[in-house]
């Protein structure tokens, strides 16, 4: 792990996407990975093939966080990395959405980042050192059209970023929020052949994660935009 400055991570709202090659990059660097989400059944084969531990949580909810971070640092050491990927899309036209989705909604994209957050400063603080990365979307900046929800829940996960940022930094705790504006490549979403990197690779923006976990606290990144080179912005 030479040059690396961390060496365990819990990546919560785990999939097969961001998180999974997260994970990958992660344990290649010989970091101990915990992945948290609702259906761990999904991340075997990535449990499997990384060593990583899987652990069932509803980000949305105190006490199930609170008991995964309990777990985890039973399981393996304290996290000094701690990654918040969780977030709940509702899409439609706003005067139609059902009031108690959208609260649901919120409750994952926006207040379980808190919820980690806090569990993941409460650890960190004593210690003065470690990092919390948010991942944020184009949704993050730009609210469009029958996407209310999706909109409202990025942007108070990216206010939470910047307050944390403000409040952790000076501690000595890296929080850093990504934009990832685009789509991201997956097997549901193979790149077209007519438009050769017009969708982000999850491979390189896990090594984008990498690369600012590597930082020298000098010259911190508090928020880094991703987006494939044909993106519009």
Known sequence: MTGFPYRSALIVGAGLGISASVARHFAALGVKVA????NVQKLEALVQGTGTLAFSADASDPES??????????????PDIVVYNAA?????????LDPSAVQRALAVTAFGGFLVTQ?????MLPRGHGAILLTGATASVKGF???AAFAMGKFALRGLAQSAAREFGPKGIHVAHFIIDGGVRAAHRPEPA???DSTLDPEAIAQAYVDVLRQPRSAWSQEVELRPWVEHF
């Open 35 to 38: 992945l948290a989400a609702r």
């Open 65 to 78: 966080v609170a008991q995964l971070f309990k777990q985890v640092c039973d399981r393996m050491d304290e």
């Open 88 to 96: 709940a899309r509702i899409q439609g036209p706003l005067a139609e």
């Open 119 to 123: 569990q993941a400063a409460k650890r």
């Open 145 to 147: 059209a029958n996407s």
């Open 194 to 196: 007519d438009k050769p």
